[in-house]
């Protein structure tokens, strides 16, 4: 298995075993926002805890966390919405991965992840949101580039660049765990429907004017402007950030009303991710290890 990724983003790297030298997997072939994280974003699929008859299914997708030393190598991490992992049962999920093969497609199969040791989750997640993450464990041969967490925006990061109402931004995911040729994410663009944005921590929630459909959840929310224009001036160039994941629909207040669709979803903000990627680093139980 590759533990390593390539970045703003950095090359994952693989470590099988302690006794075992890091190698980098393949890189995205692009490390422009829209490729590089649609190459990193996977179906899950694990057994239903409310009914393991069933299947449960949303996104997840990987990050890469600097590798101390190395200004172009990190560790592999995997990004999903807690109740995701929470809702599937037993120790080991699903990941639907991709090879690329030799005329140029690219193959999706079947990876087995280790969610949980004897029901013991071996993810973290946040106190407060809807997020979880956890140290990745894929095959080699999957090509991808991590996103760092630097990509997560913050409060003066999108008060520096006016990101407002509005703006169209991108969203990756399996909706109801359809998937684009090759077993790639869906992209599907959006624009943010809710005010104020920052303080992020305050807000808790961005909605966002997209019909959700259950597998979009934990997917990437980000951006990618041109030339965008702020400060009463147009810079030439491209922003790229991270602005959250996935996590819910959003209904009306109203009993009556509350199971009409809106086509409005939300988004936690990238703040809470930090936060969780920063539990998980930091952990103490001495139950979540990198690669157990």
């Known amino acids: 298995?590759?533990?390593?990724?390539?970045?703003?983003?950095?090359?994952?790297?693989?470590v099988s075993a302690p006794a075992t030298a890091d190698t980098i997997r393949p890189p995205s072939p692009s490390e422009e926002l829209n490729t590089l994280l649609m190459?990193?974003?996977?179906?899950?699929?694990?057994?239903?805890?409310?009914?393991?008859?069933?299947?449960?299914?949303?996104?997840?997708?990987?990050?890469?966390?600097?590798?101390?030393?190395?200004?172009?190598?990190?560790?592999?991490?995997?990004?999903t919405a807690a109740h995701v992992l929470?809702?599937?049962?037993?120790?080991?999920?699903?990941?639907v991965v991709r090879?690329?093969?030799?005329?140029?497609?690219?193959?999706?199969?079947?990876?087995?992840?280790?969610?949980?040791k004897n029901g013991t989750p071996l993810y973290v997640t946040h106190p407060s949101a809807d997020v979880a993450v956890m140290y990745g464990d894929l095959p080699?041969?999957?090509?991808?580039?991590?996103?760092?967490?630097?990509?997560?925006?913050?409060?003066?990061?999108?008060?520096?660049?006016?990101?407002?109402?509005?703006?169209?931004?991108?969203?990756?995911?399996?909706?109801l765990a359809a998937?684009?040729?090759g077993g790639f994410p869906i992209l599907r663009s959006a624009r943010i429907a809710s005010y104020p944005l920052t303080p992020a921590k305050n807000v808790k929630g961005v909605l966002v004017d997209l019909f959700l459909y259950p597998g979009n959840s934990g997917g990437p929310v980000y951006f990618?402007?041109?030339?965008?224009?702020?400060?009463?001036?147009?810079?030439?160039?491209?922003?790229?950030?991270?602005?959250?994941?996935v996590i819910q629909e959003s209904h009306s207040i109203i009993p009556?009303?509350?199971?009409?669709?809106?086509?409005?979803?939300?988004?936690?903000p990238a703040v809470f991710i930090k936060e969780t990627i920063d539990l998980l680093v930091n952990d103490t139980t001495g139950t979540i290890k990198p690669y157990p």
């Open 1 to 14: 298995m590759k533990h390593t990724l390539r970045g703003t983003a950095l090359a994952l790297l693989i």
């Open 39 to 79: 190459h990193s974003t996977f179906l899950i699929v694990g057994p239903k805890k409310a009914n393991n008859k069933q299947q449960t299914f949303g996104s997840i997708f990987a990050m890469a966390l600097p590798k101390e030393g190395s200004k172009y190598e990190g560790t592999l991490i995997l990004v």
């Open 86 to 95: 929470n809702e599937i049962d037993g120790d080991e999920a699903t990941v």
């Open 99 to 116: 090879r690329k093969v030799a005329d140029g497609t690219y193959q999706p199969f079947d990876a087995k992840v280790k969610i949980r």
């Open 140 to 175: 080699e041969e999957v090509p991808m580039t991590g996103a760092v967490p630097a990509m997560l925006v913050t409060d003066d990061r999108l008060d520096d660049i006016e990101v407002h109402p509005g703006d169209e931004i991108g969203v990756l995911g399996f909706p």
């Open 179 to 181: 998937s684009a040729p």
């Open 224 to 245: 990618s402007f041109v030339h965008r224009v702020y400060k009463k001036q147009i810079h030439f160039g491209v922003e790229q950030g991270i602005l959250g994941l």
């Open 256 to 268: 009556e009303f509350k199971d009409k669709p809106l086509n409005l979803g939300v988004i936690v």
